[in-house]
């Protein structure tokens, strides 16, 4: 059974900084083997990935409305992925969800990821205030 509890949203000002937390099990064999991501939807709109990251960490990739102030990690030791954010625009504002992509590949020397096709957490809500 897989289970996914993400956390960390709130309100916070434009140019603040937020960390999203998010724990996971019951992922194929196991968090340390999954590539995992995060992915963002506000209402009246598709769900989008905003950034993914390999299995062992070693490769990441970004939306680029998020590059250079979001960063992606994951701590396998403990089950859990985190995205801290930075300087944080009213646009960021949405409903922050972690998954596990259902595709990555790799062209060009750049690392991609497709959306998920489960969401099984409850998600975080970011608001950021202009």
């Known amino acids: 059974q897989v289970q996914v509890v993400e956390s960390g949203g709130g309100l916070v000002q434009a140019g603040g900084s937020l960390r999203l937390s998010c724990t996971a099990s019951g992922l194929g064999l196991g968090f340390a083997t999954v590539v995992m991501g995060w992915f963002r939807q506000v209402p009246g709109k598709e769900r989008e990935l905003v950034s993914c990251?390999?299995?062992?960490?070693?490769?990441?990739n970004y939306a680029d409305s998020v590059k250079g102030r979001f960063t992606i990690s994951r701590d396998n030791s403990k089950d859990t992925l985190y995205l801290q954010m930075n300087n944080l625009k009213p646009e960021d504002t949405a409903m922050y969800y972690c998954?596990?992509?259902?595709?990555?590949?790799?062209?060009?020397?750049?690392?991609?990821?497709?959306?998920?096709?489960?969401?099984w957490g409850q998600g975080t809500q970011v608001t950021v205030s202009s």
């Open positions: 998954a596990q992509p259902s595709r990555s590949y790799y062209s060009g020397g750049a690392y991609y990821c497709g959306l998920a096709r489960h969401y």
């Open positions: 990251i390999s299995a062992d960490g070693a490769s990441t």
